[in-house]
């Protein structure tokens, strides 16, 4: 298996609050992705990262911020978390575009009071 | 209209029964992916193919890009095959747009 690790796992917290989660990769790939899974919308692109200090938006990338200072880390940030953030939170890398399929993290479910 | 669409949204089968799980996509692509989340939450990547057919073990991928269409095939279906088969299309820069998924559940 791909050596990524999203931590916290689970968070709970209250409306504006800020949040940070984070995905660290042992595979040294230069792809990093942020998704979001909701219950009737499937998989959607946050933000992506295609190398160092490298990102770009994804579809639903209002509310969300993302830094990438290492290969290996990228984080995403929420900086006045709102109910609508609830959801579970996914992270990807790839080694190449559109060579190879993404591999993903085991999610960070997160819960906005 | 989501770009990839999948059928059936759910699908309850016996075991040893053949599985069939289709996807459309309504642009132009350059790869198409099927995906596995078990009722666990991990995802797993099963194929990526941009042509012709997979095989791996039980499973079958195979995509017509002039119809654009694929289907997920899984042949002596068992239980612990029960997951949810989501199928992705790249476009462009590497962004992979997702089907809504498809809950498959074997019961013995």
């Known amino acids: 298996d791909a050596g990524i690790t999203q931590s916290p796992r689970h968070k709970v917290t209250e409306t504006g609050t800020p949040v940070t989660l984070r995905c660290h990769q042992t595979e040294n790939h230069r792809y990093m992705y942020w998704y979001r899974q909701d219950p009737g919308h499937g998989l959607r692109l946050i933000h992506y990262?295609?190398?160092?200090?490298?990102?770009d938006k994804g579809e639903v990338s209002d509310g969300y911020s993302v830094s990438r200072s290492k290969t290996e880390d990228f984080l995403l940030t929420l900086e006045s978390a709102t109910s609508s953030q609830t959801s579970v939170y996914f992270c990807?890398?790839?080694?190449?575009?559109?060579?190879?399929?993404?591999?993903f993290g085991d999610g960070t479910r997160l819960s906005i009071l | 209209k989501n770009e990839v669409e999948q059928s059936p949204q759910n699908l309850t089968a016996q075991e040893g029964e053949f599985i069939t799980i289709n996807c459309s996509y309504s642009?132009?692509?350059?790869?198409l992916h099927w995906l596995q989340q078990h009722p666990g939450g991990g995802i797993v990547s099963l194929f990526m193919?941009?042509?012709g057919k997979k095989k791996h073990g039980r499973l079958i991928a195979t995509i017509n890009i002039q119809e654009k269409h694929s289907s997920l095939h899984i042949t002596a279906s068992h239980p612990r095959d029960s997951a949810v088969y989501i199928c992705?299309?790249?476009?462009?820069?590497?962004?992979?747009?997702f089907g809504q998924g498809t809950r498959l559940t074997i019961n013995p």
């Open positions: 193919l941009s042509s």
């Open positions: 642009v132009g692509i350059s790869a």
């Open positions: 990807a890398i790839s080694e190449s575009l559109n060579a190879e399929p993404q591999h």
């Open positions: 990262s295609y190398g160092v200090k490298d990102t």
């Open positions: 992705a299309a790249t476009q462009g820069a590497q962004k992979l747009v």
